[in-house]
């Protein structure tokens, strides 16, 4: 395992610790192996990050995300059947959120998908490698090889996500014009150093944001932008670690693959779910194209799906022993509902928040029993809408701050 690429200059803290895990091939609960980088919790005070994102913004290595490159005239026809919904006909210079499942309508990751064009795709799931589930498919439709490339691509590209209120003017500032014009989930790409910049408006903290993907030799470059941009708007520009991150997305009511429902890399059967089930359904498209798992998800449809996504609010802080279950009392008997699949305290909120996974017979509760890891039990909210959704993350354009 290693540092991820911007770890140096964001670290505001001894790494003592983090050369040992390193030496120790580890993680703890500082730390988590992402793709075989390190990340950390923070790189100084997670409230802190947490308050950039929100009120300026701030900077999120995101290099360790798995990357696959697919290219060829299959590229689309492949992805047609792998994906819940049809990308084929998604237009050029696009990006989108997917999913894909088992043959049995179990999902086995969702991922940002980018279309550079027909024959080229850039596909960004978990720290899960596909490779076999996409060969047994461009198998199973009889594609050559040749006519769809599969390439594992990971260190090939260095990512950066400039993500809250200020990301669009903190662009602005490092030399990147026009980036306010660009539309969520659309990308340019930006000439810089004999390379390109491929230049997104996506994110995952519920805010205005984009994410740079580039090579890993324009990583110095950068740096000395966001110093630029620092001394111009006066503002620290921190970057922020998972802990921020977890908040951010559990505000807008993200689901996070192996937390949220099980992977094969984490295998819970208890945990296994469909798309509709984690709040995914709006990505699958039943009436399209013959895709891996699209009989058994009709027939869940058809006869009902055994789970509901809820989120879930309370006012204290509660001490969760990893999932945390959820009961109610139905007929004078305290009966198990659900579970909670994972929560953090919102410092923006003053709340305690996180995603729930419902049993569809009390879909219709409005609030569940939770049980603490101290055996105390508490009285949550079950709501079906996010905790919070920032009209600024789709406004076009981007709002534009005015600076020295």
Same mark, same amino acid.
């Given at each position: 395992m290693k540092k991820s690429v911007f770890f140096d200059f964001f670290n505001r803290q001894s790494d003592?610790?983090?050369?040992?895990?390193?030496?120790?091939?580890?993680?703890?609960?500082?730390?988590?192996?992402?793709?075989?980088?390190?990340?950390?919790?923070?790189?100084?005070?997670?409230?802190?990050e947490y308050q950039a994102i929100r009120n300026e913004c701030a900077l999120f290595d995101v290099s360790p995300m798995r990357k696959?490159?697919?290219?060829?005239?299959?590229?689309?026809?492949?992805?047609?059947?792998?994906?819940?919904?049809?990308?084929?006909?998604m237009q050029s210079m696009r990006g989108g959120y997917v999913a894909f499942c088992d043959v049995d309508g179990i999902l086995k990751d969702d991922s940002i998908l980018y279309k550079f064009s027909d024959e080229r795709f850039l596909l960004m799931p978990s720290d899960i490698d596909h490779s076999l589930h996409f060969d047994s498919i461009r198998e199973k439709l009889c594609i050559d090889e040749d006519d769809v490339i599969i390439q594992e691509c990971t260190h090939e590209w260095s990512g950066l996500a400039v993500q809250g209120s200020l990301s669009a003017t903190?662009?602005?500032?490092?030399?990147?014009?026009?980036?306010?014009?660009?539309?969520?989930?659309?990308?340019?790409?930006?000439?810089l150093d004999d390379s390109v910049i491929q230049l997104a408006r996506m994110g995952f903290t519920a805010d205005l944001g984009y994410e740079c993907w580039f090579n890993p030799s324009l990583v110095g470059e950068l740096i000395t932008r966001i110093e630029l941009a620092r001394r111009k708007l006066g503002i620290p520009l921190?970057?922020? +670690?998972?802990?921020? =991150?977890?908040?951010?997305?559990? #505000?807008?009511?993200? $689901?996070?693959? %192996?937390?949220d429902f099980s992977t094969e890399l984490d295998l819970d059967?208890?945990?296994?779910?469909?798309?509709?089930?984690?709040?995914?359904?709006?990505?699958?498209?039943?009436?399209?194209?013959?895709?891996?798992g699209k009989a058994a998800l009709q027939l869940e449809q058809k006869n009902g799906q055994k789970w509901f996504k809820r989120t879930i609010k309370a006012d204290i802080d509660l001490d969760l022993e990893d999932v945390g279950q959820?009961?109610?009392?139905?007929?004078?008997?305290?009966?198990?509902?659900?579970?909670?699949t994972s929560s953090a305290w919102s410092w923006g909120l003053g709340k305690f928040i996180g995603n729930a996974s419902v049993s569809s017979?009390?879909?219709?509760? +409005?609030?569940?029993? =939770?049980?603490?890891?101290?055996? #105390?039990?508490?009285? $949550?909210?079950? %709501?079906?809408?996010?905790?919070?959704?920032?009209?600024?993350?789709?406004?076009?354009?981007?709002?534009?701050?005015?600076?020295?």
């Amino acid at each position: 395992m290693k540092k991820s690429v911007f770890f140096d200059f964001f670290n505001r803290q001894s790494d003592t610790g983090f050369k040992v895990l390193l030496s120790d091939g580890c993680e703890n609960i500082d730390y988590i192996n992402w793709n075989d980088f390190l990340l950390p919790a923070c790189y100084g005070d997670s409230q802190e990050e947490y308050q950039a994102i929100r009120n300026e913004c701030a900077l999120f290595d995101v290099s360790p995300m798995r990357k696959i490159h697919l290219s060829g005239k299959a590229a689309g026809t492949l992805l047609d059947t792998v994906l819940t919904r049809p990308v084929s006909a998604m237009q050029s210079m696009r990006g989108g959120y997917v999913a894909f499942c088992d043959v049995d309508g179990i999902l086995k990751d969702d991922s940002i998908l980018y279309k550079f064009s027909d024959e080229r795709f850039l596909l960004m799931p978990s720290d899960i490698d596909h490779s076999l589930h996409f060969d047994s498919i461009r198998e199973k439709l009889c594609i050559d090889e040749d006519d769809v490339i599969i390439q594992e691509c990971t260190h090939e590209w260095s990512g950066l996500a400039v993500q809250g209120s200020l990301s669009a003017t903190v662009l602005h500032a490092m030399g990147f014009d026009d980036v306010e014009l660009i539309k969520p989930f659309e990308f340019v790409e930006i000439s810089l150093d004999d390379s390109v910049i491929q230049l997104a408006r996506m994110g995952f903290t519920a805010d205005l944001g984009y994410e740079c993907w580039f090579n890993p030799s324009l990583v110095g470059e950068l740096i000395t932008r966001i110093e630029l941009a620092r001394r111009k708007l006066g503002i620290p520009l921190p970057g922020y +670690g998972l802990d921020a =991150l977890e908040v951010c997305r559990l #505000e807008g009511g993200f $689901v996070v693959a %192996g937390w949220d429902f099980s992977t094969e890399l984490d295998l819970d059967l208890d945990m296994k779910r469909s798309p509709f089930e984690v709040g995914l359904g709006w990505m699958v498209d039943l009436e399209g194209e013959n895709f891996v798992g699209k009989a058994a998800l009709q027939l869940e449809q058809k006869n009902g799906q055994k789970w509901f996504k809820r989120t879930i609010k309370a006012d204290i802080d509660l001490d969760l022993e990893d999932v945390g279950q959820l009961y109610a009392n139905i007929d004078d008997e305290e009966v198990c509902i659900g579970m909670v699949t994972s929560s953090a305290w919102s410092w923006g909120l003053g709340k305690f928040i996180g995603n729930a996974s419902v049993s569809s017979k009390y879909k219709n509760l +409005g609030e569940a029993i =939770l049980v603490g890891a101290n055996g #105390e039990k508490y009285i $949550v909210t079950l %709501g079906r809408e996010p905790h919070l959704e920032l009209v600024r993350r789709n406004e076009i354009p981007a709002k534009l701050e005015k600076h020295p």
